[in-house]
């Protein structure tokens, strides 16, 4: 059973105790189980008080996580053993830091820009710098030109 890179760091998220506490990370997989069997519908994800303090990007991301290997979980019929293994192979990227990225866009002719939010690695985001700078760089040489 493999899992997607999103899916690692969702898990990541919800694995972090200083975004996730231990009684929301419960909370979580109950709901994520609870929506998946159809007892309930998403909105218990907002409407519950004691995920109420966990980050909505945050939420968001650790839910997609939680159902995914739910999912993969039941589609390859894995038993507790194997999901464990899963779980041990991951373990290093598990307790590696993830960053929550908020970054504002600004558009011409608009009062006000949208927020994309993501998270990443550390070297995802030392990528990310040093595209951005890349960025900057060429245009501060079209801006001279």
Request: hydrophobic content about 35%.
């Amino acid at each position: 059973m493999e899992l997607s890179a999103v899916a690692t760091e969702g898990l990541t998220l919800c694995g972090d105790t200083a975004r996730v506490g231990d009684r929301s990370f419960r909370c979580l997989v109950m709901s994520a189980c609870d929506i998946l069997l159809k007892r309930k519908d998403e909105d218990v994800l907002h409407d519950n008080d004691e995920l109420s303090s966990v980050d909505a990007a945050v939420l968001k991301q650790s839910y997609a996580g939680i159902v995914t290997l739910a999912l993969e979980a039941a589609k390859t019929n894995s038993d507790t053993p194997q999901i464990r293994c899963l779980w041990n192979n991951h373990m290093e990227k598990v307790n590696q830091p993830t960053y929550l990225i908020t970054l504002k866009t600004e558009e011409t002719n608009k009062s006000k820009g949208k927020d994309i939010q993501f998270s990443c690695s550390m070297e995802q985001l030392q990528d990310l710098v040093g595209k951005l700078r890349d960025a900057c760089k060429t245009m501060e040489r079209v801006a001279n030109t």
